[in-house]
């Protein structure tokens, strides 16, 4: 649903590098497919049946696999729009950044017992603390965060979707805290999912434009 509407934006209206764009999904998919698939093994998340096409890859729905290609290349078309517009520095948010990253650990470990939550806050951890080794510029980039924000809107349309017919139902791996039917969670998760991706985004493009030097 998302993917050929993009795709008509993106050679109309958004100029993109492809090569880059494929590089980050096929680094930083199989990071969270590896835990998709554990999570469903041992039941933190399911997935219903009546929604699914019955098709798997392992245990995942096909659907649920093509979920880690689909969503960064849709939306990181919204970054690649984003970066039009005159960037400003937020020279304070790098900090922050390391400061969440070391907050989150800790909060993982006294959250062990949720695996859903406890794996959530560890990925944002680490999201957060090679965003400030490898691209500490892409943290304090106004751009970057305008993208996030923007982000958030399909997300909220289509996790609510999932959350509430429900396609995808939670075990107890959870703090249960919800925005209308989203876990809190899915906010993190979904944070996480597009830093990484954002900045091997960045770091590909930046390669390639040395090598054509």
Do not use: C
């Not at 509407?5 to 497919?33: E, F």
């Not at 979904?190 to 054509?212: A, G, P």
């Amino acid at each position: 649903m998302m993917f050929l509407p993009t795709l008509v934006l993106s050679l109309l209206y958004v100029r993109r590098d492809y090569v880059a764009l494929m590089k980050s999904i096929a680094l930083v998919s199989p990071i969270y497919l590896i835990w998709d698939y554990f999570a469903t093994l041992y039941h933190s998340w399911s997935f219903n049946e009546n929604y699914v096409l019955g098709v798997y890859v392992t245990d995942l729905p096909i659907e649920e696999v093509m979920f880690f290609f689909v969503t960064p290349f849709a939306t990181l078309m919204i970054y690649d729009f984003v970066t039009r517009f005159e960037d400003r520095e937020i020279r304070f948010v790098p900090k922050v950044a390391l400061s969440i990253s070391l907050t989150s650990l800790v909060l993982a470990l006294v959250t062990a017992r949720l695996s859903y939550t406890s794996i959530d806050l560890i990925y944002l951890s680490f999201s957060l603390l090679i965003t400030f080794v490898l691209d500490r510029r892409m943290l304090s980039s106004l751009n970057f965060w305008r993208f996030i924000g923007l982000s958030y809107v399909p997300f909220l349309v289509f996790d609510y979707l999932l959350t509430s017919l429900p396609i995808v139902e939670y075990g107890r791996s959870i703090t249960n805290v919800r925005v209308l039917t989203i876990p809190i969670e899915d906010f993190v998760y979904s944070f996480s999912m597009l830093t990484f991706y954002t900045l091997f985004y960045r770091r590909f493009k930046r390669s390639e434009r040395v090598e054509q030097r």
